[in-house]
């Protein structure tokens, strides 16, 4: 990916072998001695004597014990200190805006939400998400200092490049809004902006470590759906960084097909599995929600009726089981399409609407994949839920920065702006 990229300016860790070594300890939960840290780099001992010492001093990782091997003498193992260095991720959402703050070893360690500010006045939107940003950081008892960078998950259309979110169809107001270089110049961090589909799946890499599959699919169920691409350990961003919009992938809508907007049974499956018609249809098959309906399409009532399904599906009511069912063998077949496409062999499921349902729909969409008279690839297809959370869009917001800022490969991903 050409340098023009990426986003605002990260600041470096200082070079290429310090991210090297760093990379290896945050990727070795038991440590490393230094004469282990050369093995696994390549690096020379007296390079990765140098190394580690700029990285203790700047207390980011620390001496931890030694280990005896043989007749030479003890070696001292080095430990990645989590606290030394944070991000924040930020998670733009129709319903609410959620704020992540990560440790280097990925662990939150505190969260908070605000609602979605209105778009008609953008001044307001960049002063309510620095503020929330500032007091994240500052109730955590954190140094402003030790913030390595904010990475914002949006809806797309995005433009990457000006760091401007266009205009997401589930955000009307939202256009043309400059929130990168606008939140960098309110709080005084680098920013960078990603689409959020894309961030979940960097996310998902990222925390996975060495465990992290080289090619997988993010299917990501907000209020939109759609797919994060990882091709050979590479997040596939497109042209514009917005790969990913998946929802206009035709499939058989089975049960979801009908009542009670005649949607025909082959049809897209981002309309087909969308919260609020998902929620119509549970009103229409007589399920109480507690009152909440999904009204004319407001964000919070979508999300107050969806706890409520959620609640419903915990308390073992069939027809809401059904339901979720149902939209995870929808899902399910609309990703056997990116499966086929890719010959990939990994489907991660997660996003801001799916663990309500995972309970019922993970099942179904697994099914729907690896029992598919369509699916192409011959060798075995893992079918699991992220364990991020609902959270997961933030969580890997956060995760742009600290791979950016700690992967051996960032130097080649950061702009100058």
């Not at 497109?238 to 949607?263: K, R, S």
């Amino acid at each position: 990916m050409a340098e023009h990229r990426r986003g605002a300016n990260l600041p470096s860790i200082g070079g290429f072998n310090r991210t090297v070594v760093l990379d290896a300890v945050r990727r070795s939960p038991d440590g490393l001695s230094r004469v282990e840290l050369a093995g696994r780099t390549g690096l020379s001992a007296q390079t990765v004597s140098n190394v580690t010492r700029f990285l203790i001093e700047a207390g980011m990782i620390v001496e931890s014990g030694t280990i005896v091997s043989g007749r030479g003498k003890p070696r001292t193992i080095l430990r990645l200190e989590p606290g030394s260095r944070f991000a924040v991720g930020v998670h733009v959402d129709p319903a609410v805006v959620t704020y992540v703050l990560l440790d280097l070893a990925g662990t939150v360690v505190a969260s908070t939400t605000t609602s979605t500010p209105t778009a008609d006045d953008p001044d307001q939107v960049i002063r309510t998400m620095a503020s929330a940003i500032h007091d994240l950081v500052a109730t955590a008892e954190v140094d402003s200092d030790a913030v390595l960078g904010v990475g914002i998950a949006s809806p797309g259309p995005i433009d990457v490049d000006a760091g401007i979110v266009v205009d997401p169809p589930f955000l009307p107001r939202w256009r043309d809004v400059p929130l990168r270089d606008a939140i960098a110049e309110a709080t005084g961090h680098p920013v960078l902006l990603e689409k959020d589909v894309t961030a979940a799946a960097v996310g998902e890499m990222f925390l996975a470590g060495e465990s992290s599959a080289r090619n997988f699919a993010f299917v990501y169920f907000g209020t939109g759906f759609g797919v994060g691409l990882v091709v050979d350990h590479e997040p596939v961003r497109g042209t514009g960084g917005n790969a990913g919009d998946a929802g206009h992938i035709m499939v058989e809508q089975g049960a979801l097909a009908g009542t009670p907007d005649g949607v025909s049974d082959r049809g897209e499956v981002g309309a087909a599995v969308a919260p609020e018609r998902i929620v119509r249809l549970a009103v229409s098959r007589g399920l109480d929600l507690g009152g909440a309906d999904g009204g004319q399409g407001d964000a919070a009532d979508v999300d107050r009726a969806w706890d409520a399904l959620g609640a419903a599906i915990d308390a073992g009511d069939a027809t809401a089981h059904e339901l979720a069912a149902d939209a995870g063998t929808v899902m399910g077949r609309a990703a056997v399409v990116i499966v086929n496409l890719l010959d990939i062999d990994r489907v991660v499921f997660g996003g801001p609407f799916w663990s309500r349902i995972a309970a019922a729909a993970l099942p179904a969409a697994r099914t729907a994949i690896t029992g598919s008279p369509i699916l192409v690839p011959k060798h075995p297809v893992t079918v699991v839920e992220s364990d991020r959370g609902a959270d997961v869009a933030a969580v890997g917001a956060a995760c742009l920065v600290l791979d950016a800022a700690l992967s051996p490969r960032a130097s080649a991903l950061l702009i100058r702006r």
